[in-house]
Nanobody
Framework: VQLQASGGGLVQPGGSLRLSCSVS????????EGWYRQVPGKQRELVAA???????NYADSVKGRFTIFRDNIRKTVYLQMSSLKPEDTAVYYC???????????????WGQGTQVTVSS
């Protein structure tokens, strides 16, 4: 299972951006998918996650501003970010965990990361 993240860029404070994570491969079951972010010198942190059943959870710092959702037909997970702040600047990574339907074993895959910069 492979993930391809896209959608990062430079945006002004208060602006919006949508990140996309395209998932390829044969998936029997999705346990959870999520978006994480990392700034230099700090640990990677969970921003938002969505379970296979559609339940979501968010970091306190992004609640009410970010939304994670999945398009099962396009096999893509999105992170809609609004009211962006300079402190949201980071490299954003997508993650997917579940059961690989071709190898019949668990997988835990990461996208390559996409830079989000919030600055005027």
């Amino acid at each position: 299972v492979q993930l391809q993240a896209s959608g990062g860029g430079l945006v002004q404070p208060g602006g919006s951006l949508r990140l996309s994570c395209s998932v390829s491969g044969t998936i029997f079951k999705i346990n959870a998918e999520g978006w994480y972010r990392q700034v230099p010198g700090k640990q990677r942190e969970l921003v938002a996650a969505i379970t296979g059943g559609g339940s979501t959870n968010y970091a306190d710092s992004v609640k009410g501003r970010f939304t994670i959702f999945r398009d099962n037909i396009r096999k893509t997970v999105y992170l809609q970010m609004s009211s962006l702040k300079p402190e949201d600047t980071a490299v954003y990574y997508c993650n997917s965990r579940g059961v690989d339907g071709s190898r019949w074993r668990n997988y835990d895959s990461w996208g390559q990361g996409t830079q989000v910069t919030v600055s005027s």
